[in-house]
């Protein structure tokens, strides 16, 4: 049913450019959909892409440009005349055809604006430019249908047919008053099924989620998420309705924000894409390494204090490995918990306490489990049974510590608002480390004097 | 405008069910939408929840028990009869009710559909009874709206307005032939703008993406996504309309999708949450916790191999962490890049190799960066020449083996349709630890001897 990307299909594309085989590619496109013939692009060569799309209908070329890649598109509109793009905008929706304008040039964008026969498509690209992208106001359209909250039903399916024609899909139907304040909305369904005399206002629901065009991106994920909508109108500080954000936009962003997650996670920090360049790939690596290789230096100084121990019970090494690597897994494990659930949170996050004994209490259990099994397996090996205790007893320490440092770090970062996730990296990992480290020497230090 | 739940206002709830106010409780309750409700439900205690629900209007009553967590609404319901879940069930779309009921016990699932007094609802139910949770059918709802290709768009639109009563949103209007095979879509734009005379088939849209019910509901997420979908129907194998799928479900597959692949490189081996409880929270880390230990055991035994070097040169032990951490490190950055672009990835991978080549370039540029910076400044901390040569030998050769590592595991666990977001978490840690301590002691045996 959908379409599936094979090398054998590209490949039948290039030659038939190369042959020039106008009908052949023409009939082949016009059997896909505009997101799969996105995907075909992107293996093309700029000027092959560019052939394939001349042969096709105005429109539908729109369409496959708004499904471009961004980076890809970005390369693949340099070959294109001002002129050429102000023609594919027009049939763009603003907010999408705002995001095609913003990759371009600056001084090419007055440009294309300039070269747009609607003046009202004009209007709405020039009004949505002002916005920062990761702002309602950079994620909404102007295309909306909206209904004055005194007409008649009949009156306000009149307008809803003149609206729509703008207009790609339906989602709601707005209502406001005459100075375009948000009042509330008007479901299909009720307009459907109303009297054609009755009055908007005697149907229209007034209960309507909006978000003013400065919220963040993020936020008005959640929120949209949070109530379920295909669709969520944005206003300015005085209510009045600006334009409406939808679904697909939302979905993006969801997305997006999944995936600079866990790259920061993986420690990774700048978002990146398997196909981004060789030199941003490296870049984007290597703070975070650095960061571990100078926290690797630290260890290394800090283990050279006990270097004479070392000479003495060399066997005090063999264990160094499994320490750091179980206060970085817990610390990962409990911190990702907690960024989970920061994330699902609306508001202020009620129960602080109650997190960091619950969080403790589990480590204790894990603690305890995995010390006793390594003391019965450094005990079945035949390890010294001082060096077997001293092991066990800086395990369940790292295990503890660990966790609360799990725990309360993306709590911390998450008041600061930095991003939690943060927490969950090789920053927890480094840190762990050398808090194992220190555990681990400190507690055979005085055992070994001890025993 | 949105909800923010507040402790000072979950009190005065639960002061309210205490003192019987229940004016009060209305009054509160009426002034918020159904999803902020259930926040405030997840805070009271069960009894409480219930006499708040009961004080309100059952089709409100019905959409708040929808929008409850299910870990909560399980323990919810079992103070409920089958005849008052029956009387919910009645106000709640298919899909929705069939989750609800298969949350309840077994017997008392054919109780309650037995009790629902509209048979369409109940056919509806048991149809959906049947599919997986994590499959299109088990993501339908059987409420739609469609239309017969032969229609007028009069009889259509007479149709549709009473179809609607059983729907809760509008999304498409699906167009099916006499034996309910589907042909394509209507969509409410034409609907709206065409001439009461004209026949459905002259306007409607015979492109329509549409899934198999056996289909994944992974699969069916990156489908809408990929087509920008906020609405997609599901057939038999025959063709024939069996239900609908709306974005809202698709939201919750992708944002769940994405925290279990999280989960997952955090080393937490089933879904959890953190308000799960202290022992399943245990139980989900100890999997990977022990993985861990059991490698730091393994990597004790091979330290141990080379006791007598160790005995010689303590300062061979100082740089362990450094070598295991930058491992660990370039692993789950390697491999999280991949795991993201194989998720985004629809059909088969076209280009391992050039994967592969670059991931290597990336790795070589910062393997060099990484170990000529460690050895300049082993030289400035005054370390022995020798040392500082393994060091950094070796950590060029973790670098790059652990890249190599942390790209290909992926793909291969891809290959073997396990998930590849496994290969991020501890297991490539714990590999990697192991594989840098064997370069490490291997290069530091060839130098030292050779030097």
Redesign the interface.
């Known amino acids: ?2 379409f ?4 054998a299909f590209v490949d039948q594309i290039k030659d038939a450019v190369a042959a020039r085989k106008v009908m052949f590619i023409q009939d082949q496109m016009n059997e896909l ?1 505009a ?1 799969d013939i996105s995907l075909v692009m992107h ?1 093309l060569e700029m000027d092959e892409a560019k052939y394939v799309l001349q042969l096709l209908d105005m429109e539908f070329g729109a369409e496959i440009i708004r ?1 471009l890649d961004e980076d890809f598109r970005k390369k693949f509109l340099k070959d294109f005349t001002s002129d050429e793009i102000a023609d594919y905008l027009e049939f763009i929706e603003s907010d999408d055809a705002v995001d095609i304008l913003n990759e371009q040039p600056v001084p090419m964008r007055e440009e294309v604006i300039d070269l747009i026969e609607d003046p009202i498509k004009a209007t709405h690209i020039r009004d949505l430019m002002h916005y920062d992208e990761d702002c309602a106001g950079g994620l909404m359209g102007k295309e909306l249908l909206k209904t004055n909250l005194n007409w008649t039903i009949d009156q306000c ?1 009149e307008e ?2 003149r609206q ?2 703008h ?5 709601s139907i707005y209502v406001v008053d005459n100075q375009d304040k948000l009042l509330g909305r008007l ?3 009720k307009m ?2 109303a009297d054609d005399n009755a009055l908007v206002s005697d149907i229209y629901d007034p ?1 309507i ?4 065009s400065y919220r963040e991106a993020k936020e008005v994920a959640e ?1 949209m ?4 909508l ?1 669709s969520i109108p944005v206003v300015n500080v005085h209510g009045k309705l600006l334009g409406r954000i939808t ?2 936009d939302v ?1 993006d962003v ?2 997006e924000q ?2 600079i ?3 920061i ?4 920090s700048n978002p ?4 981004d360049d ?1 030199w941003k ?2 870049k984007s ?2 703070p ?3 960061i ?2 100078l ?3 630290l ?3 800090f ?2 204090l006990f ?1 004479a121990d ?2 003495l019970i ?13 206060g ?3 610390g ?2 409990s ?7 920061l994330a699902k949170e ?3 996050s ?1 129960f602080t306490y109650e ?1 960091l004994f ?1 969080g403790l ?2 480590a204790l ?2 603690g305890l ?2 010390s006793t ?2 003391f019965l ?1 450094n005990m079945v ?1 035949g390890e010294h049974t001082t060096l077997a205790i001293v092991v066990s007893t800086s395990l369940f320490c790292v295990v503890m510590l660990s966790s609360l440092m799990g725990t309360v770090t993306p709590i911390v970062l998450s008041r600061m608002n930095v991003n939690p996730a943060l927490a ?1 990296g ?1 920053f927890i ?2 840190a762990n ?1 050398l808090l194992g ?1 220190g555990i681990y020497f400190f507690v055979a230090h005085i055992l070994y004097a001890s025993l």
Chains 1, 2 share one sequence.
């Open positions: 049913m959908e599936e990307l094979t090398e959909l997101p293996e499904d399916i809803i047919r729509t024609k207009v790609e899909k339906i989602y479901s299909l369904k459907l099924l209960d989620i909006s978000v003013e929120i998420k949070h109530y379920d295909v679904i697909d979905v969801i997305t999944a995936e997650d866990m790259q996670m993986a420690g990774i990146v894409e398997e196909d060789i790939l490296s690596r290597l975070w390494l650095l571990g290789m926290g690797g230096i260890g290394a100084k283990i050279g270097e070392i000479a060399p066997a005090m090494a063999f264990f160094i490995p499994l320490i750091t690597s179980t970085g897994n817990v990962i494990q911190s990702s918990v907690v960024v989970q659930s609306s508001g202020p009620l997190r619950k209490v589990v259990i894990n489990a995995i099994l390594v397996i090996i969950s090789p990992t480094t480390d480290l």
